[in-house]
T-cell receptor
């Protein structure tokens, strides 16, 4: 069955620390890849997306992600986190259908 | 343009009751998907509708059902509520073409007591 694994369930960082959240998926075909963020009390918002082309994609608020096809991975990175990045982050895979498969999420807490 | 609107925002129901949730997608979007979000489980896919037809269904019991109207608005219904149905139910609006992202509503928080 298709699945998405997010390895870190809870991450605590100090401001200015670097962030990397892991995401691996199991699907052998072509996929679209996404990272969504859910700030406390708010709806899911798109951080960045990958459809094709350059495997290093840049999103909003200084986030970027790298698609490594051979590893079925789409890890999210940010060089220097801020307190306002405290949120839950979800990796999602869309195998070119209209069904999105989400990981279980990573709760990030950034200490001021 | 207006975002995805879900109503109501909060619901409290008792076991055995039924509930209907509503979702109005972004204007022009023809695909609506529903997800159940619970702590530690992430978002679980319920079903997806396009032009009033259910195209995909997740692994949920038949107590969970949905429909889509000609104006793309969608409803989902849960009958014979169980305590485990307590969750945030999210609606996703998709334009209907490939290589587009899903836009989410704020969700309906359902509590079953």
């Amino acid at each position: 069955a298709q699945s998405v694994s997010q390895h870190n369930h809870h991450v605590i960082l100090s401001e200015a620390a670097s962030l990397e959240l892991g995401c691996n998926y199991s699907y052998g075909g072509t996929v679209n890849l996404f990272w969504y963020v859910q700030y406390p009390g708010q709806h899911l918002q798109l951080l960045l997306k990958y459809f094709s082309g350059d495997p290093l994609v840049k999103g909003i608020k200084g986030f970027e992600a790298e698609f490594i096809k051979s590893k079925f991975s789409f890890n999210l990175r940010k060089p220097s986190v801020q307190w306002s990045d405290t949120a839950e982050y979800f990796c999602a895979v869309n195998p070119l259908t209209y069904k999105y498969i989400f990981g279980t999420g990573t709760r990030l807490k950034v200490l001021a | 343009k207006a975002g995805v609107t879900q109503t109501p925002r909060y619901l409290i129901k008792t076991r055995g009751q039924q509930v209907t949730l509503s979702c109005s997608p972004i204007s022009g979007h023809r695909s609506v998907s529903w997800y159940q979000q619970t702590p530690g489980q992430g978002l679980q896919f319920l079903f997806e509708y396009f032009s009033e037809t259910q195209r995909n269904k997740g692994n949920f019991p038949g107590r969970f059902s949905g429909r889509q109207f000609s104006n793309s608005r969608s409803e989902m219904n849960v009958s014979t509520l169980e305590l485990g149905d307590s969750a945030l139910y999210l609606c996703a609006s998709i334009e209907g073409k490939q290589n587009t992202e899903a836009f989410f509503g704020q969700g309906t928080r359902l509590t079953v007591v």
